[in-house]
């Protein structure tokens, strides 16, 4: 297996991953099925998306059933493997969900402010991240780190 094909399965769990949590937009779907859908090529020798797609009705049927047998019998044959990347999209998907559904404010608010203690950084009591410089990874942040 290479690097790209780990790549797009990579690819096509995350698409999977999401589809569990949320309903896909249509542009998401159509990436999605083309992802599963070269997934699925890489495990027919000699075709690729762009010959599949001149093929017949039956013929692509055959050719889909051939590569999603052999895409199955990968997922078994590598059980720790599929798990870890399963994991690994979830955890991709709820770092994405955090970034994107964060609140509006980069700095938790003062809990003075805030008295149920929303935002409150690890620390002393009372200790928020209102005075820390923006580059300060102590408290994460939404850039890959």
Same mark, same amino acid.
């Given at each position: 297996m290479t690097p790209e094909s780990l790549a797009l399965i990579a690819a096509y769990l995350m698409c999977s991953e999401t589809?569990?949590? %949320?309903?896909?937009? %249509?542009?998401?779907v159509e990436t999605c099925t083309s992802l599963y859908m070269e997934v699925k090529l890489g495990f027919v020798p000699d075709v690729d998306v762009e010959e599949y797609d001149t093929m017949t009705t039956t013929e692509r049927a055959e050719?889909? #059933? #051939? $590569? +999603?047998? $052999? +895409? =199955?019998? @990968?997922?078994?044959?590598?059980?720790?493997? =599929?798990?870890?990347?399963?994991a690994d999209a979830v955890g991709q998907l709820a770092m994405v969900d955090h970034c994107v559904n964060r609140p509006s404010? /980069?700095?938790? !608010? /003062? !809990?003075?402010?805030? !008295?149920?203690? @929303? $935002?409150?950084?690890?620390? /002393?009591?009372?200790?928020?991240?209102?005075? =820390?410089? !923006?580059?300060?990874?102590? +408290? $994460?942040?939404? /850039?890959? %780190?």
């Amino acid at each position: 297996m290479t690097p790209e094909s780990l790549a797009l399965i990579a690819a096509y769990l995350m698409c999977s991953e999401t589809a569990e949590t %949320r309903v896909l937009d %249509r542009s998401e779907v159509e990436t999605c099925t083309s992802l599963y859908m070269e997934v699925k090529l890489g495990f027919v020798p000699d075709v690729d998306v762009e010959e599949y797609d001149t093929m017949t009705t039956t013929e692509r049927a055959e050719i889909n #059933q #051939q $590569g +999603y047998a $052999g +895409y =199955v019998a @990968w997922r078994v044959a590598n059980p720790e493997l =599929v798990e870890q990347m399963e994991a690994d999209a979830v955890g991709q998907l709820a770092m994405v969900d955090h970034c994107v559904n964060r609140p509006s404010s /980069d700095k938790s !608010p /003062d !809990p003075a402010v805030s !008295p149920d203690g @929303w $935002g409150q950084a690890v620390g /002393d009591i009372g200790d928020t991240n209102a005075d =820390v410089d !923006p580059g300060d990874a102590t +408290y $994460g942040g939404c /850039d890959g %780190r």
